[in-house]
Every structure is written in structure tokens, then in C-alpha cells.
């Protein structure tokens, strides 16, 4: 049974490129959350994707959206790098239906850095 | 949101049992209590979730008193590779139409030596 996937696993990019990172949630999994962890800080709730619809969003710039796919997939993209977008990018897939609070299984991440 | 209170850091060597206490004062009625563990360069994994009294899996223990303001997470007889940083998080039952995201402090980090 295959947990989360993050792809790429490393990129870099330049000030003002774009970047799309993908998510492929573990089998029987219909939510994704995306969150960003900066070096030695805990991570950062960027947004959530059900239902192929964005239902809660962090504190986090327009520069910043996403998708999800009918097959729950999901991507985040960011738009206008800034050289603070260096950090590991996380997806974490939950159940909606579980019983119990949220359990999220994270992926590896995704660790962008901005030059 | 519930805000979550950790320390910082917390030092221990092998074999030795491991207390880490959060303090979620604003704790909401629906809200469970999840704990999770994170090494360097991973995403952070589950250990243990509870909503009150005391819950206990293979690798942890989670007491939660009655007035559910604070947690303790229990590792017994801590090994090197428990050396990971620890988050307390709080957040509702997913079947809540709110279903509010969970949220991450800053965690605590422990540090285990031989």
C-alpha cells in the first residue's frame, strides 16, 4: 500500500520562476493539506483540498494555489518565487470519513530552493 | 485555533522513559489530541491520538486529565534513533463540517544520548 508520493523530491529555481509540486495521497485517502516547513520551524498550514475544492487556506499570499484532481491528486503551485519560498513543501492526505480526528500521513516533501 | 504549548527541547539517555507535556488551554469540545514525530529532511509521522483519560499503543503512552488542558506523551525506554523532534497538535473530528486544519507549533525536540 503505497503512503503519500512528493514529486519532485528536490528543485531549484530562480527569483520569479514558478513552481508546481505534486501529490499523489495514500490509497483511500480523499483529503490533501499542504503545508511549508522552513529550516527548524514546524510546519506552516499553506491550504486544504477536498472534494476537488479548496475548503481552508493558512495565512499564505495569493502567489500560492492549488488542485485537486477527481483521483485526489494534488498540486500546489507558487508563482513569483521569492528567495523566502526556499523551505520543504509537505502534502499530507487524511480520510474524511474516519472516525476519530484528522489523521494526516505526510509524504517526504518536496525541498524547494530559491537562488 | 487551540494553541499548543511545548518545551523547547528536552535532553534523556537510553532506556529511560520520556515525559513531553503540551498545554492546549483553549481546547474545544470536539477537539482530539494527536502527536506526531518528525527527523530531519521527513515529513512528520503518527504516534498516538487520543480524546481523553489514556491511550496506549505499541510505541507511546498519551495522558490527557480530565480537564483535557494538557497532554503528555510517555516514550518508554527511549533508544538513539528516538531522537526526533515531537509535535502536539489539537484539531477536530473530521467528520466536523468545520473540519478545521490542524495546525503545528514548534515542537519539541529531544535529544537522546548513549
Known amino acids: 500500500d503505497a503512503g503519500v508520493t512528493q514529486s519532485p523530491t528536490h528543485l531549484i529555481k530562480t527569483r520569479g520562476q514558478q513552481v508546481t509540486l505534486r501529490c499523489s495521497p495514500k490509497s483511500g485517502h480523499d483529503t490533501v493539506s499542504w503545508y511549508q516547513q522552513a529550516l527548524g520551524q514546524g510546519p506552516q498550514f499553506i491550504f486544504q483540498?477536498?472534494?476537488?475544492?479548496?475548503?481552508q487556506r493558512g495565512n499564505f499570499p495569493d502567489r500560492f494555489s492549488g488542485h485537486q484532481f477527481p483521483n485526489y491528486s494534488s498540486e500546489l503551485n507558487v508563482n513569483a518565487l521569492l528567495l523566502g519560498d526556499s523551505a520543504l513543501y509537505l502534502c499530507?492526505?487524511?480520510?474524511?470519513?474516519?472516525?476519530?480526528?484528522?489523521?494526516?500521513?505526510f509524504g517526504a516533501g518536496s525541498r524547494l530552493t530559491v537562488l | 485555533l487551540a494553541k499548543t504549548t511545548q518545551p523547547i527541547s528536552m535532553d534523556s539517555y537510553e532506556g529511560q522513559e520520556v515525559n513531553i507535556t503540551c498545554s492546549h488551554n483553549?481546547?474545544?469540545?470536539?477537539?482530539?489530541i494527536t502527536w506526531y514525530q518528525q527527523f530531519p529532511s521527513q515529513g512528520p509521522r503518527f504516534i498516538i491520538q487520543?480524546?481523553?483519560t489514556k491511550v496506549t499503543n505499541e510505541v507511546a503512552s498519551l495522558f490527557i486529565p480530565a480537564d483535557r488542558k494538557s497532554s503528555t506523551l510517555s516514550l518508554p525506554r527511549v533508544s538513539l534513533s528516538d531522537t526526533a523532534v515531537y509535535y502536539c497538535l489539537v484539531g477536530a473530528s473530521s467528520r466536523d463540517t468545520g473540519r478545521r486544519a490542524l495546525t503545528f507549533g514548534s515542537g519539541t525536540r529531544l535529544q537522546v544520548q548513549p
Open positions: 499530507a492526505s487524511s480520510f474524511a470519513g474516519a472516525d476519530g480526528a484528522n489523521v494526516l500521513t
Open positions: 483553549n481546547i474545544a469540545t470536539n477537539d482530539y
Open positions: 483540498y477536498y472534494e476537488e475544492e479548496e475548503r
Open positions: 487520543g480524546y481523553k
